[in-house]
């Protein structure tokens, strides 16, 4: 199975912060690689998908580049509404996995 | 507006057996693949199982092939997952994942994903 791997797995900033979030996959997967975030008591949501396209609705500030094994996900003005888990995922080959998902908190 | 409302999250016995159920509207169901995803209690996110559009195709997870049966009925726009030999392991909110192929980026990808609904698994 592919493992993907998030850094850092907790993380505090403040508002108007850039912040950046890597994944890292034990062997390449192309582009094949999402993002999503998941809210306190709510359901998961897409980000981004492909490693680079922002999914309808989702605000500007988020951005994701990568491809191979290496993955980042940024957040170029964090705002409140921000604090959330966030998590990639592989798409490449099943079994499809996760990150183990970042926690992102206010400063 | 795509919606995901999933059912029969229950208190189960360990070796026991529960059937979850999911009610999909707002896009053409039998289009889509369909997914189930867990989340243990303040764990993250865990693949369950997929099932193609016509039905003809699953896959699952290591740890459920098995005992675990995705299922759907695109007349009813509904998706299944008959859970048996349930363990203390299988505790999670379980999603119903709605899966979209983009054939300009040839890649998969969740694009909705229902509320959740809980089993439980404890004598």
């Known amino acids: 199975d592919i493992q993907m791997t998030q850094s850092p797995s907790s993380l505090s900033a403040s508002v108007g912060d850039r912040v950046t979030i890597t994944c890292r996959a034990s062997?390449?997967?192309?582009?094949?690689l999402n993002w999503y975030l998941q809210k306190p008591g709510k359901a998961p949501e897409l980000l981004i998908y492909?490693?680079?396209n922002l999914q309808s609705g989702v605000p500007s500030r988020f951005s994701g580049s990568g491809s191979g094994t290496d993955f980042t996900l940024t957040i170029s003005s964090l705002q409140p509404e921000d604090v959330a888990a966030y998590y990639c995922?592989?798409?490449?080959?099943?079994?499809?996995?996760f990150g183990q998902g970042t926690k992102l908190e206010i400063k | 507006e795509v919606q995901l409302v999933e059912s029969g999250g229950d208190l189960v016995q360990p070796g026991g057996s529960l059937r979850l159920s999911c009610s999909a509207s707002g896009f053409t169901f039998s289009s889509h693949w369909m997914t189930w995803a867990r989340q243990a209690p303040g764990k993250g996110l865990e693949w369950v199982a997929n099932i193609r559009q016509d039905g003809g195709a699953s896959s699952y997870l290591a740890s459920v092939k098995g005992r675990f049966t995705i299922s759907r009925d695109n007349a009813q726009s509904s998706l299944y997952l008959h859970m048996d030999s349930l363990r203390a392991g299988d505790t999670a909110v379980y999603y119903c994942?709605?899966?979209?192929?983009?054939?300009?980026?040839?890649?998969?990808?969740?694009?909705?994903w229902g509320q959740g609904t809980l089993v439980t698994v404890s004598s």
């Open positions: 062997q390449t997967i192309g582009s094949h």
């Open positions: 994942v709605k899966t979209t192929y983009s054939s300009t980026w040839d890649t998969y990808y969740y694009d909705y």
């Open positions: 995922q592989q798409s490449y080959i099943t079994p499809v996995i």
């Open positions: 492909g490693a680079s």
